[in-house]
């Protein structure tokens, strides 16, 4: 057994263990674990510093999860965008593939709460249907290998599915959604990495949320990631009493950028029954962006997206730069809040706007547009499940 499963085996994990590690009344603790199951193993329950710190509230169970009804436990729409089980299939040319339903530790603002940590809704036994559905769609080009996170896989695991993507001819580029650079680094082991390095194009998106978190461990397993030509890029979440401070975020993304890990997104926090709580206005998020931009390396800065609820995909959220127009010239300001003009190019389209005929094929191109994007709904053709 290697180190990272002996872990995990310490965990805590279950009702009574909220009990006997942190005092919870018996019935709280055990409606909280009902309601999304608890496990925080020992590498990351370490790096709590006092009750309701940082990391403390991203994976220590609150009773505020028990008082938000009427929130979507789908907020995405994932599962109406779910042709066979485990592959969400929004984008035209990229699936998300559910290989596992477990974590190494399950983070309280879990926006697939619903399945995750639960075998009966994303199980091994669908693998094969998310291959086949793949290998049917010559549109897909990318794969995101997700969950739960894969790399609770085994090695011998792990490999079987990457290298059967590999052996379909449109995929060009494997993606691993993985927390455990962060949450539990001690999975990132040399054998891994010299496993995924056969099976190029692979990169990997994990899910550092605060500077806390970048510890000699973490660096490690993200160096290591790199060092085998594996891209490394973060995914982290906005969230009330975690990282919602200019300062922190700044201080995230820097420490990100020097263990090699490329700042990609930061999530407006979902919609989600039982992680509403951690929610902020995105007026907040738009002055993080504010205080990020000029204030850092561009590498340091992350594309603000909402998630759109419904399944509209993600969409960028930004500060106002350009504030209007003056003739010919575009008005815009910097991150100083400085005053400045551009002079455009003319708009030859604009020209002829007021040309009938010319609008009428403008919009004859959007109708085909669309036309084409039902054409393409209409020929996804379930794979029954083997």
């Known amino acids: 057994m290697e180190l990272w499963q002996e872990m995990l085996r310490a965990s805590v994990d279950s009702g009574k263990d909220l009990v006997d590690r942190f005092g ?27 009750p309701g710190d940082p990391i403390w509230l991203q994976c220590i169970p609150d009773a505020k999860e028990l008082e938000e009804d009427g929130f979507p436990e789908d907020p995405l729409a994932e599962d109406a965008h779910s042709p066979v ?82 052996q379909i ?23 891994m990495v010299d496993m995924l390095k056969k099976y190029h194009p692979i990169y990997v998106n994990t899910h550092f949320n605060h500077p806390w978190e970048i510890t000699p461990e973490a660096k490690r397993a993200c160096e290591m990631l790199a ?34 890990v ?9 919609i989600t029954k039982g992680a509403n709580h951690f929610r902020t206005p995105v007026s ?30 993600k969409i960028p959220i930004l500060p106002q730069y350009v504030l209007g127009r003056n003739g010919n010239n575009i008005i815009m300001r910097n991150y100083k809040y400085e005053i400045y003009e551009y002079p455009d190019v003319e708009d030859e389209e ?15 191109r959007k109708r085909k547009s669309v036309q084409r994007k039902k054409t393409y709904k209409k020929e996804m053709v379930e794979v029954p499940a083997q």
């Open 262 to 270: 490329r700042p990609y997104y930061l999530y407006q926090a979902d």
């Open 227 to 260: 060092n085998a030509g594996i891209p490394v890029g973060n995914q982290a979440v906005l969230m009330k009493g975690v990282n919602d401070d200019p300062d922190v975020m700044l201080e995230l993304m820097r420490k990100l950028l020097a263990i090699r």
């Open 169 to 191: 001819p449109h995929i060009e580029i494997i993606r691993l959604g993985t927390k455990m650079p962060c949450v539990l680094p001690q999975r990132v082991t040399q054998k």
């Open 24 to 50: 919870f009344e018996p019935e709280l603790a055990e409606k909280l674990n009902t309601l999304f199951h608890t496990r925080i193993n020992p590498y990351y329950l370490s790096l709590i510093r006092y």
């Open 350 to 364: 604009k020209k002829v706007s007021a040309d009938p005929q010319q609008i009428e094929k403008k919009y004859l």
């Open 85 to 166: 089980p485990s592959i969400t299939h929004r984008y035209p040319d990229r699936v998300l593939f559910l290989t596992t339903s477990q974590c190494s530790m399950y983070c309280r603002f879990c926006t697939r709460k619903r399945k995750v940590g639960d075998s009966g809704k994303i199980s091994m036994k669908y693998i094969q249907s998310g291959l086949d559905y793949i290998a049917a769609h010559s549109e897909i080009r990318d794969v995101i290998l997700s969950g739960g996170d894969p790399l609770m896989l085994t090695d011998t695991m792990l490999e079987k599915i990457v290298s059967g993507l590999r």
């Open 284 to 313: 907040v998020g738009l002055e993080i962006m504010d205080k990020l931009r000029g204030h850092t390396s561009g590498l340091a800065i992350p594309a603000y997206v909402i998630d759109a609820p419904g399944g509209g995909g």
